[in-house]
């Protein structure tokens, strides 16, 4: 019996009683979704002069998961979480602004300049920036992060990715050691991507440094703040103002990053236990919170660099066939689990998405082709193409040796969005005989444990830009890092074409920006092609603090905020 769209929202029956106008179940009023999409603002960051903010206070902020490793050129630190505190702590070569446009950080970088030919980018460097331990920050450093991101140091190094830095051939010191030259294979037309975030070169160089020196431990920084203490008890991690810090002094004195349930942020909020929280797609939390808009808090609405989707584990005997990953994506309804999740929190529903390009950006498109509406019918006929066939009388599918078609989804049992993800996804994929096992594990172990080691076969998450180019994507959906084909780095679909790469290879080196955007799309179409994921909605801009907190909330393509200029109002 073919089961309707109310049963879907009865797991989460709660998220739609507020559901928006943007859109409905047969698809209406998309286009006023999409031009409520396109007026949302690139930032909204509650803004204020520096002189207007008083010097000092603590600011309590929420993290959805209370992190362990902190090297995010290492495998298991490559989280939106763990980067919050780190660009705290830690330099960055450059800036960028909400728009996408970008300079070199000159806390760090005084400047850099790429050659006409693209085959050469000069950096010089800050002499003024120090490690905490009182080492200089010179070439160096960051000679030792190209040669271990290259891939080309010996030991056991679980690097996240080569990308961008495989297009370096050489890194050659200049005339001191507060500049250098990177010398390129090819032009790489994303290089301001580079160097974000950058450790000490012997954190770099020591496989055992490189696994284990920021692993529950912030032992040297760099930035507006340091001083960094782990609490276990509490999952807190408090980093402190750096006296010694050579740029504009921090006006906060603490930054108090508490990891929390997403479900528990607003009741937090609420009771004054934070000061402020990415509310998302939170609907109970939105019902908690909604009326203190105006009253003592202020709500963010921006355009945010990050999507939601669901991940696929192509590496899964039953995930291996492409045809079984597309009759997922047309299974799944896309548009009543947007709704479910937006709807509730009245943000625009446009059915629209794109892995690569936010709806802010030049180029942006929908590349979903056949793939993005409900089929269920094209569903069925792929999976009996693939061998799983529905015997008469049963409920799911096997194949020729007897298994039945069962797919492990693991979600975080702290995020209701995600456990109402999943057994929305149990119940559209009954449809057409997919067994689906919904797996609530813990927050902290979600990645850890299931999803980057591939113990998994569905799961739903989010991915965050790190900075407007779009090249480094390759990461998350290219082929391994090794020639065995074991080593998947941030690919935590664990499936890919060399085609992927070579489109991305192409990207990197494109320096037109409508060409950039076009080969972002073939990109895009391609992985919707190989159903590596299944893009479900863009993510809210939508944070939630107190409304004399200031430069701080949704900050769209600028990557990260810029900690000293976080604070208070002055009373």
């Known amino acids: 019996m073919r089961i309707g769209k109310a049963r879907y929202l009865a797991p989460a029956f709660a998220l739609v009683l507020m559901a928006s106008a943007c859109a409905s179940d047969d698809g209406q009023n ?32 929420a993290l959805s998961e209370y992190e362990e490793q902190h090297n995010m050129h290492h495998v298991q630190g490559n989280k939106a979480d763990v980067r919050r505190v780190m660009s705290a702590v830690m330099p960055s070569a450059t800036r960028y602004d909400a728009e996408g446009g970008f300079a070199p950080n000159e806390n760090y970088v005084l400047d850099y300049q790429v050659s006409d030919d693209g085959l050469e980018v000069d950096y010089e460097l800050n002499p003024d920036a ?37 297009w370096v051939d050489e890194v050659v010191e200049g005339d001191d050691e507060y500049s250098f030259t990177l010398k390129m294979k090819e032009p790489y037309g994303d290089w301001p991507t580079l160097f974000s975030p950058l450790y000490p070169k012997e954190y770099m160089e020591d496989a055992e440094l490189f696994a284990e020196g920021y692993n529950k431990d912030i032992p040297v920084t760099a930035g507006p703040f340091g001083d960094v203490e782990f609490d276990d008890v509490a999952s807190r ?47 109970a939390g939105y019902e908690r919170v909604k009326d203190m808009e105006g009253d003592g808090a202020y709500f963010t609405r921006a355009v945010n660099h990050g ?16 045809r079984v990953r597309q009759a997922i994506a047309l299974t799944l309804d896309r548009d009543t689990m947007a709704e479910v999740a937006l709807g509730a929190v009245e943000w625009p529903i446009t059915g629209e998405v794109n892995r690569l390009l936010r709806s802010s950006q030049n180029g942006y498109q929908d590349n979903s082709g056949d793939l993005g509406a409900r089929d269920v019918e094209r569903a069925a ?46 119940q559209m994929l009954a449809e057409v005989g997919i067994e689906v096992d919904v797996q609530q594990v813990p927050a902290n172990a979600l990645f850890s444990e299931y999803v980057t080691p591939g113990n998994y076969e569905m799961a739903t998450f989010v991915y965050t830009g790190t900075s407007p180019f779009v090249s480094g994507s390759k990461g998350n959906y290219g082929m391994p890092l090794d020639e065995e084909g074991e080593e998947w780095g941030a690919n935590i679909s664990r499936h890919s074409l060399p085609e992927i790469d070579e489109l991305f290879d192409e990207l990197s080196v494109e320096t037109d920006p409508d060409r950039y955007a076009e080969l972002a799309n073939e990109i895009d179409a391609l992985l919707w ?33 810029v900690y000293e200029d976080i604070g208070w109002a002055k009373e």
């Open 30 to 61: 998309q286009d006023d979704a999409r031009d409520e999409q396109a007026s949302l603002p690139a930032e909204d960051l509650n803004p204020a002069d520096r002189d207007d903010l008083k010097d000092g206070g603590d600011f309590v902020w």
């Open 529 to 561: 092609e190989e159903a590596i994921t299944i893009p479900l909605f863009e993510r809210p801009g939508f944070w939630v603090m107190k409304d004399d907190l200031h430069n701080f909330g949704e900050f769209g393509l600028a990557a990260d905020f």
């Open 381 to 426: 006929e792929l999976l009996d193409e693939a061998g799983w066939t529905l015997e008469d009388g049963e409920e799911f599918r096997t194949n020729e040796d007897g298994d039945t078609l069962t797919l492990a989804y693991v979600a975080s049992e702290g995020m209701d969005l995600a456990v109402d993800e999943g057994e929305m996804a149990q």
């Open 307 to 322: 999507h939601r989707f669901t991940a696929l584990n192509g590496s899964s005997p039953r995930l291996e066939d492409k």
């Open 130 to 166: 120090v490690w905490s331990d009182g080492e200089p920050i010179t070439w160096e450093d960051y000679e030792a992060t190209v040669i271990t991101r290259k891939g080309e140091r010996d030991g056991d190094f679980e690097i996240l990715s080569t990308v961008g830095y495989e």
């Open 237 to 283: 991690i408090t980093v402190h103002k750096n006296e010694d810090w050579w740029g504009e002094e921090a006006k906060l004195d603490r930054i108090i990053f508490a990891g929390l349930d997403t479900s528990a942020q607003a009741g937090a909020f609420a009771n004054g236990e934070i000061d402020a929280f990415y509310l998302g797609y939170d609907a």
